[in-house]
């Protein structure tokens, strides 16, 4: 397995990345379970999740799943690094989605119970937030980091505006900023290499690429 830095982080990861949006819903438990144990046999050190997953809204079926996988021991959750994210409606509270300071503080909580863990490795906002400002969204995650909750912050379906003004508003405030961009990116959609990734590439951010076979259309 080869591994690459984490954007312009110190943090390695595994150049192939688990996405785990199937736990659950089409992988049993304990498929999901044999399938995270053999990734990390192939040195796969980097799996992905998202609150939402499961698609069963506010219990987070799939997080709940690699939390009991990760619960096993054996130096499950110290040999990865997980990464998560928050948007998606999680009840019917009005408040309960996005990337507000109320939901994400919610959100990440629900998160870290879920997993069983005390630290998410890479927040993601799932989707841009056009109802709050940058600067409440990027004091929550900033909070969050202070309090050893989240180490990273990054996006998911981003434009390359968005990207810009996140890390430049974070610029201000003297915070990192946003490590990495996940994108739908394969050789069927490759919209993101007009704008997204050459943004990416100036911010010095990863770029995560999601369904890169298409859906399995380029596997057949």
Request: hydrophobic residues 40%; contains cysteine; neutral net charge.
């Amino acid at each position: 397995m080869e591994y690459v830095r984490l954007g312009r982080t110190g943090c390695k990861v595994s150049t192939l990345c688990l996405g785990t949006m199937n736990f659950g819903p089409y992988a049993s438990e304990a498929d999901s379970f044999r399938v995270m144990d053999r990734a990390l046999e192939l040195g796969i050190n980097f799996f992905d999740t998202a609150n939402v997953y499961g698609f069963d809204m506010g219990r987070g079926l799939t997080e709940e799943i690699i939390g009991r996988w990760m619960a096993q021991g054996g130096g499950r959750r110290e040999k990865i690094v997980l990464a998560t994210k928050v948007y998606g409606h999680m009840s019917d509270d009005v408040n309960d989605r996005g990337c507000s300071a109320y939901h994400i503080r919610r959100a990440v909580e629900a998160s870290l119970r879920r997993m069983k863990t005390d630290h998410i490795d890479l927040y993601q906002m799932h989707h841009i937030e056009r109802n709050a400002p940058w600067e409440e969204t990027r004091q929550a995650m900033e909070q969050l980091v202070r309090e050893g909750k989240v180490t990273y912050v990054g996006s998911s379906n981003f434009a390359a505006w968005n990207i810009a003004q996140a890390n430049e508003i974070a610029k201000s405030r003297n915070f990192l900023g946003l490590v990495s961009e996940q994108s739908v990116y394969s050789l069927r959609n490759r919209h993101i290499e007009l704008e997204v990734i050459p943004a990416s590439k100036a911010y010095g951010m990863a770029v995560l690429p999601w369904s890169p076979l298409g859906g399995g259309l380029l596997c057949g």
